[in-house]
């Protein structure tokens, strides 16, 4: 999946960096360093990243159907979809 930060957006909230550890990380009190091409294991905590940023500055393609609205869902939400 590819992912964008608008970083003129970002606050540095560090919202991302807490749900997707291995896709954001904070560089440093307010630089975001991210992982342009989130692999697909990480596309439920991705998912939970975009829907948790205060200013929207997440855009990821291929979210279709993560967890998005179930993003307080937690752990163990079963395996609806295939695994491709
Ligand atoms: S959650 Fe949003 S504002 Fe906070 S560091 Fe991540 S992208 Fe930036």
């Keep these: 999946m ?8 970002c606050q540095g909230y560090a919202q991302c960096a807490f749900l997707a550890p291995d896709v954001f ?5 307010e ?3 991210y992982d342009p091409r989130a692999r697909e294991e990480q596309r439920e905590r991705l ?9 929207q500055a ?11 609205a179930e993003a307080s869902a937690g752990m163990g939400a ?3 979809s295939d695994a491709r």
Excluded: F, Q, W, Y
């Design 58 to 68: 997440i855009t990821a393609d291929g979210l279709e159907g993560a967890a998005g």
């Design 47 to 55: 998912a939970r990243a975009v829907a948790a940023c205060p200013v």
């Design 31 to 33: 630089s975001l360093i």
């Design 2 to 9: 590819r992912l964008v930060v608008d970083l003129n957006k």
């Design 78 to 80: 079963g395996d609806a």
């Design 25 to 29: 990380a904070m560089h440093g009190e």
